[in-house]
């Protein structure tokens, strides 16, 4: 199941960027099993992945875009790369937690991928979630 974070009563109000955080498995995934110790079978950067979107794979678990792509997209945001892409630190737009596999389920549990999920506590996610989530829980959006 997914879930993305966004404020967009908070947005529409001010004009001040509001990011979008996405967490879930391969549904709305951006490429993070790339840089984990996952299966190739596992990953998404390979064809028929993306082939309608673009001439190449998208790292999706898609034929182009995902969920929180389209999300991305209509609130005025760009396509949130993949948490564990190297050489990423600014969440100014947010970012993609996500992880193709990524069950929370025992049966489905994965440790290499969960244990990238547990580590986010001390990440600068922390921070994005209190500061919106915190001050404006009426409207603070939770899709799921």
């Not at 993070?32 to 064809?47: D, H, I």
């Not at 082939?51 to 794979?57: A, H, I, L, T």
């Amino acid at each position: 199941m997914a879930r993305l974070v966004h404020q967009p009563d908070y947005k529409a109000r001010t004009s001040k960027h509001v990011p979008l955080f996405d967490f879930g498995d391969s549904y709305v995934d951006a490429g993070n099993n790339n840089y984990t110790n996952t299966p190739t079978g596992n990953r998404a950067n390979y064809c028929p992945y993306g082939e309608s979107y673009s001439d190449q794979p998208t790292e999706r678990f898609s034929d182009g875009r995902t969920m929180a792509d389209f999300i991305a997209e209509h609130t005025n945001l760009p396509l949130l790369p993949p948490y564990l892409q190297p050489g990423l630190n600014d969440y100014q737009n947010g970012e993609n937690f996500a992880s193709g596999g990524l069950g929370i389920l025992k049966e489905t549990f994965e440790e290499d991928r969960v244990s990238m999920m547990v580590n986010l506590s001390s990440s600068y996610l922390d921070y994005y979630l209190h500061m919106y989530a915190y001050p404006f829980p009426s409207r603070t959006k939770l899709v799921r």
